[in-house]
Every structure is written in C-alpha cells, then in structure tokens.
C-alpha cells in the first residue's frame, strides 16, 4: 500500500517535472551572443555585421504579413539579464526589423506589447519613417517571446509612508475645529 502512494508520488513528480521544462525559454533568448552587436552598430557599419547572431528586443510598432513570412518593426529597447525588454518610457535604441518565417497572427503580438528575437542580421533596408529615409536592420528570427505590456502599480505603493485623514485617526478632532490640531497626523 505505501509503495503504491510511494509510486504515485514519483510518476506525478515526474510529470510535473516534464511539463515544466517545456515552457522553458531557448538558450539563445536568455544569454547575449558574443560580440553583442547593438542597433546603431548595425546601422553604423553594416557590411561589417552582416551575418552575426544579435539577440534584440523591444516595443511592437507594427506587424506586417507578407507572403512567406511576417515583419514585425521594433522600437529596440535596452534588454535585462534574462533576457526582457525594458518598459521604460525612454527614447528607445533605434528601430529594427525581425523577419519571422510564415504566418504570425497580428493580434499576438499587437502594437505596444515587447518582444525578445534572436537571429543573424540579413540586411539593411532603407524604409521611410514618416517622410525621413531611416535604414533599418534586418534580423531573420530563429527564436522569439513576445511579453504583454506591464502592469502599473497601484497608487498607493508610490507613498509608503501614508498620512490618516486631516479629521484625525479617529474622526474627531475636539472643541477645537478642523483647523486646528493639537497633535500630529501620524498619533
């Protein structure tokens, strides 16, 4: 009797085990290619990194579908350690463009959301940003992770220290009024 619990106890491990090594992002979404090759880099002196294997990541501006593949254009972002774009509202690193192989539906990876590809730069294609002529990296995407936008915090964890009411801790404020308070907030 025990060893069968013993047994069960072992095979829910296991596949508890396996199902979550799974969801497990690649290897190349979370470490840094050696050289780290930035945008402007890329931008900078094109002939010299086409080819090298980036990992970029940042905002969704647009998604196009094409024929044989989807373009997603990005905002590029600086990436954290594992990996995450950041979702601060700086300027941003420049623009790229990820070429992903067949069809992504637009709306999982709608405008705003972040995105983390890894991939060989291809080209540098000149496009039109607005009416200035901007040349845009091109990165053919072996793996990508797309992450939704953050959640803000709530008020009141932007003040730690919170102050009761004016009207005192305990609603009343004695014969003196509202406009007078013989002892502080915080008692």
């Known amino acids: 009797m025990i060893w069968r619990a013993f047994v069960r ?24 290619p050696v050289p780290d090759v930035s945008v402007a880099q890329a931008q900078a002196q094109p002939a010299r990194h086409l080819g090298q294997r980036v990992r970029w990541g940042g905002v969704i501006l647009a998604v196009r579908n ?8 990005v905002l590029s972002r600086p990436l954290s350690d594992s990996g995450v774009p950041s979702s601060a509202d700086d300027a941003g690193l420049g623009r790229f463009i990820a070429e992903i192989a067949g069809f992504v539906d637009p709306t999982a990876f709608p405008k705003d959301h972040r995105i983390t590809v890894a991939g060989e730069i291809a080209r540098i294609e000149t496009r039109k940003v607005g009416d200035y002529p901007y040349a845009f990296p091109v990165v053919t995407v072996r793996h990508y992770r797309g992450f939704a936008p953050p959640v803000p915090d709530p008020y009141w964890h932007r003040y730690p220290l919170y102050a009761p009411p004016p009207w005192g801790v305990w609603g009343y404020r004695g014969p003196w009024g509202p406009w007078y308070r013989p002892w502080p907030y915080y008692w």
Do not use: D, F, K, V
């Open 66 to 73: 094409r024929t044989q593949l989807t373009e997603i254009e």
């Open 9 to 32: 106890l072992l095979s829910a491990a296991a596949l508890l085990a396996t199902g979550c090594a799974g969801r497990q992002a690649p290897r190349e979404l979370i470490e840094a």
